[in-house]
């Protein structure tokens, strides 16, 4: 049971940062119907951005965090200014190949800023933990779990309740409609790309806070993200929580048990978990759990 436990606790907050960054995609997705695979750039761009204020100028970490979301956001308005909003009614392949050079762009840049030396960002829990009934909590899990959870609400209640978030619903629903009714759909575009750059960066962060550090190798964690959008349904703020919660569960899980039960599967199979849950998910329900399901009338 201390095992299951343990596995437990990893797994939530592997999905806490996996939520923050479906949130990210969700939120384009819903504003713009683009997916976007420019956000592991922006994610590596937030948590150096972090680093670079807490570490080398020493501003302390939670000043380097709040100017690294904001940052982060500046960039994604940025992008989605210079770069997508001109390509807005193209066909979404192009669109998407667009985000890949921008994901390229971004992360060239930041690679050789972050050299070959592991970075810290100075966050201020370490590497504490506590002694749980046997189970080994660190204070690191605990702030990602509860800052997940509380960023995850307040984009329910945001959409759920505010004229913005429901301006936000509307566009994704029909642009032309939203136009129609005086919404100003450019400025909800540039606000979805904003909180997904500060969320990004959170996530980053996060991600960054464990002993691996930050290297460029940690943008590798916004690509299991992907998995967690496409099995809770691309358009639903509550599909991407499920849907991180259950590919970081997974995850957690098979890195725990797998050498027990399936050691003939190599080692790191939990590595590809994430996609072996997606292509089950996508054979049962291609819209994901709770995706809209597209009627097409021929």
Sequence with gaps: MTQFLQAT???????????????????IYKSMQVLTFAHPAVMLFGAYMVSYLAIDLELGFWVALAGGMIATAVLSWIAERVAIRPMVGKPLFAIAILTLGLDIAIRTPINNLIGVNIR???DPWGFGTWNVGGVIIQHRAVAMIVTATIVGTLLFVFFRFTR????????????EV???????????????????????????????????????STYLVALKALPAIVVGGLDSIGGAVVGALVIGLAEAYTATYQGQYAAFLGGNFSQVIPYVVLLVVLLIRPYGLFGTEEVERV
């Design 9 to 27: 606790v990893a797994g939530l907050s592997l999905a806490s940062i996996y939520m923050l960054l479906a949130l990210g995609f969700v939120v």
């Design 120 to 122: 810290s960002v100075g």
């Design 164 to 175: 913005v978030g429901l301006a936000m619903r509307a566009t994704a629903a029909d642009q």
């Design 178 to 216: 939203a136009l129609a009714q005086g919404i100003s759909v450019g400025r909800i575009f540039s606000l979805a790309w904003i909180m997904a750059g500060a969320m990004a960066a959170l996530a980053g962060t996060f991600a960054s806070s464990d002993l691996s550090g930050l290297t460029q």
